[in-house]
C-alpha cells in the first residue's frame, strides 16, 4: 500500500464527489424549475481530475510491465525450461 495505490483511492473519492456534486446540482435545477444543460465547469474539473489520478494509479501500483514476445529475454525462466525435457526421462 505506497503511495500509488493512496493516490487511486483520492481519484475515486474525488470521482465519487463529482457524481454527487451532480446529483446535487440536477435536484436543484428541479427545485429552480431550470433546464439541465450539462454539470458545472468544477464538476467537469473534478472528472478529469480524478480521471487522471485513478489512471496514473492504475498504470504504477500492478508494478512492472512484462514482455509479451516470445523470444523476450524476461521470457526466457518458464515452466519448461525450469523443468527436466521430456525426452531425459
Known amino acids: 500500500m505506497g503511495l500509488g495505490f493512496a493516490v487511486g483511492v483520492f481519484g475515486v473519492l ?3 464527489h463529482a457524481a454527487y456534486s451532480t446529483i446535487q446540482y440536477r435536484a436543484l435545477l428541479k427545485i429552480m424549475e ?12 473534478e472528472v478529469l481530475l480524478g480521471l487522471g489520478l485513478c489512471m496514473w494509479a492504475g498504470l504504477t501500483v500492478p508494478g512492472k510491465f512484462l514482455s509479451i514476445h516470445p523470444d ?9 525450461t525450469s523443468r527436466c525435457r521430456f525426452h531425459d526421462l
Open 72 to 80: 523476450s529475454e524476461e521470457n526466457r525462466d518458464s515452466f519448461f
Open 14 to 16: 474525488i470521482l465519487a
Open 34 to 45: 431550470e433546464e439541465f444543460s450539462g454539470p458545472p465547469m468544477t464538476v467537469l474539473a
